[in-house]
């Protein structure tokens, strides 16, 4: 491939980093309706979730980063994606929790009377739900999305997607900052 081939390759393509950032934001935007979900069937009453404003829970995003880095190559090894991701999915829960709590004294979740929960920030009920959840993940979901966002933006110019990707970034280091500073009670 000459080197003219090859800026013009750059040109046509969002980066990884990029790339990355979309995964998360739907990943993200994707939790936080199944969080909705599953407190409206709990609750039966609607329940704002998660610690930004804005429509996404991060800690979905950044697991599915997770796991598209770390786990992809785990297609074909559904029991030991099983276990590796409970695993690590409760490890990350209960320090995501932990610090939220230290940080903000506010606790998201609260695994109080679960079978099995440990301090009441993750539970064996919920790491089991984690080694499903990331099979369908790695196994069907992110394949699919990966095709439809392929889809989409072959038909979206880069300079639009680009723009639109460093737009959503800001609106999500506004949310994150305009959130903490709510939760600290800093203008109180």
């Known amino acids: 491939m000459s080197k003219k081939d090859k800026k ?5 393509n969002i980066t990884k980093f990029q790339k990355t950032v979309i995964y998360y934001m739907i ?3 994707l939790g936080w309706i ?5 407190c409206l069937i709990s609750t039966h009453t609607f329940t704002k979730r ?12 950044y697991g599915a980063i997770i796991l598209i ?8 090894k559904p029991v030991q994606l099983f276990f590796l991701s409970a695993l690590i999915f409760s490890f990350f829960e ?17 695994y109080t009377g679960y079978f099995l929960n440990l301090n009441s920030r993750i539970t064996l009920s919920f790491s089991f ?12 979901l992110h394949p699919f999305i990966t095709k439809v966002i392929g ?21 999500n280091v506004l949310d994150t900052l305009i959130s903490s500073i709510c939760y600290l009670g800093i203008f109180n």
């Open 8 to 12: 013009n390759k750059s040109k046509s």
């Open 151 to 171: 889809k989409i933006l072959k038909k979206i110019p880069v300079k639009i997607q680009s723009i639109s990707i460093n737009i959503l970034i800001w609106i």
């Open 27 to 29: 990943y993200a935007f």
């Open 34 to 38: 199944a969080e909705e979900i599953f």
């Open 94 to 110: 209960y320090i995501t929790d932990f610090f939220l709590q230290a940080l903000f004294g506010i606790r998201w979740w609260d």
């Open 129 to 140: 739900i984690w080694g499903i959840g990331s099979i369908i993940f790695i196994k069907y």
């Open 50 to 61: 998660g610690f930004l404003f804005g429509p996404i829970c991060p800690i979905y995003g």
């Open 69 to 76: 880095i770390f786990f992809k190559n785990y297609k074909k």
